[in-house]
């Protein structure tokens, strides 16, 4: 497709090769991966979205292909570049905000962030799928302020607790893939 917003073919890998990547000793992760691709709480972009912003989160090449090979024909080119807005302010947002609630100088949680977040305001997709995708990525990154205040946004969008849980499951599972992707390639 041309236009698409990912930099290599569409063919390079999918959810199964990602899953024949992984070693015997990570049977679980692969497991896990075919169960939450079959997951049916979220939309295909929910899904999908999640999956590839956990991925751009975290970084680990294979794993940024396989999913983005299996997202082909299940996102637009606006949710492929939503997922990826949502992985790279989650970035910036987390450390930021993990930052503010943890020192003990109450000041820096009243003091303007100064920092650009407009895409939070327009994702270019409907907004609580940028928010669920978000709440995934500060997941992986472990910032509790974040978490909280997606979670909020997405209660009021009407979400449930088990979708709210499965992106998280999903953010789980992804990082447990890359990384041990990751490691096997250090091994090497």
């Not at 939450?36 to 999956?51: A, I, V």
Request: proline fraction near 3%; include cysteine.
């Amino acid at each position: 497709m041309a236009g698409r917003v990912f930099p290599f073919k569409e063919t390079d890998m999918n959810l199964e090769t990602l899953k024949a990547a992984l070693p015997d000793y990570a049977k679980d992760l692969k497991l896990n991966l075919g169960t939450l691709s079959n997951e049916t709480s979220l939309s295909d972009q929910q899904k999908w979205g999640t999956f590839l912003a956990c991925a751009y989160a975290i970084g680990e090449p294979q794993t940024i292909k396989g999913i983005s090979g299996e997202a082909v024909g299940k996102l637009s080119d606006e949710a492929f570049k939503a997922a990826k807005a949502a992985a790279a302010i989650m970035s910036m947002n987390n450390v930021y905000y993990r930052f503010t609630h943890l020192v003990h100088n109450e000041v820096y949680k009243t003091t303007p962030a100064k920092l650009r977040m407009t895409v939070i305001g327009a994702p270019g997709i409907d907004r609580q799928d940028f928010e669920l995708f978000s709440m995934a990525v500060s997941a992986i990154n472990g910032c509790g302020m974040c978490m909280h205040a997606h979670e909020d946004e997405l209660r009021k969008a009407g979400m449930t607790t088990e979708q709210i849980q499965t992106s998280v499951r999903i953010a789980a599972v992804v990082n447990g893939v890359a990384r041990t992707l990751a490691a096997e390639t250090a091994a090497a």
